[in-house]
């Protein structure tokens, strides 16, 4: 049973526009949650991470948003550029506040093609 | 510079035989993870370990076996009990701080 979910295996975008990606969670509990990227054969990058006490977390082009309400998470990407192009996974742990070490559970992954 | 070293990148194995591959850091980390990738399936904890001498299954840990002798190395060894091993293999350590720093990656091919 999946506890972190990315329902869109893929998202293509024009360049220049707004890449919104996807991620709903089953365990309350989860109170940390990351964006990786990856590219083809190589390890996973960090991109960005929110805590649960909040809703919101900006980096650059990049904003995480949280409700935790509904449990659901989305990466936005402002602008896309080519470059942009990879897998993105979503993850969630419990922190140590929660009596948990962090161990990440991922979801799927999402392809995002962005297009010149 | 610090970072974390998977190897071999690549790596071939008949059908029976036992592989171990190896994962190094030099980031002081004390929490290491090995994960498995297969297409459409995202990300799979094998093994990991939280503190030297100690480490913990994860969700598909069968057919796989590891040590942590020592804070830079959690080597894992992929057995003919692994039904199918043929996967990308990601190695990972992390400061407690939530985010993992991942390597390149082995990937495993059974022949």
């Known amino acids: 049973d999946q506890q972190v979910k990315q329902n869109s295996p893929s998202l293509s975008v024009q360049e220049g526009r707004i890449s919104i990606l996807n991620c709903d969670y089953t365990?309350?509990?989860?109170?940390?949650f990351l964006w990786y990227k990856k590219y083809p054969a190589e390890g996973p990058t960090f991109l960005i991470s929110?805590?649960?006490?909040?809703d919101k977390n900006e980096d650059g082009r990049f904003t995480v948003f949280l409700n935790k309400s509904a449990k659901h998470l989305s990466l936005h990407i402002v602008p896309s550029q080519p470059g942009d192009s990879a897998v993105y996974f979503c993850?969630?742990?419990?922190?140590?506040?929660?009596?948990?070490?962090?161990?990440?559970?991922f979801g799927r992954g999402t392809s995002l093609i962005v297009h010149p | 510079d610090g970072g974390i070293t998977q190897s071999p990148k690549y790596l071939f194995r008949k059908e029976g035989q036992n592989v171990t591959l190896s994962c190094e850091q030099n980031?002081?980390?004390?929490?290491m993870y090995w994960y498995r990738q297969d297409p459409g399936q995202g990300l799979r904890l094998i093994y990991y370990?939280?503190?030297?001498?100690?480490?913990q299954k994860g969700d598909i840990a069968e057919g796989y076996s590891v040590s942590r002798e020592k804070k830079e190395s959690f080597p894992l060894t992929v057995t003919s009990a692994q039904k199918n091993p043929t996967a990308f293999y990601l190695c990972?350590?992390?400061?407690?701080?939530?985010?993992?720093?991942f390597g390149e990656g082995s990937r495993l091919t059974v022949l």
């Open positions: 990972a350590s992390s400061p407690y701080t939530g985010e993992l720093f």
């Open positions: 929110i805590s649960s006490i909040k």
């Open positions: 370990s939280q503190i030297v001498n100690d480490f």
């Open positions: 365990n309350s509990m989860f109170d940390y």
């Open positions: 993850a969630a742990s419990l922190g140590r506040s929660s009596g948990g070490s962090y161990i990440p559970t």
């Open positions: 980031l002081n980390h004390d929490a």
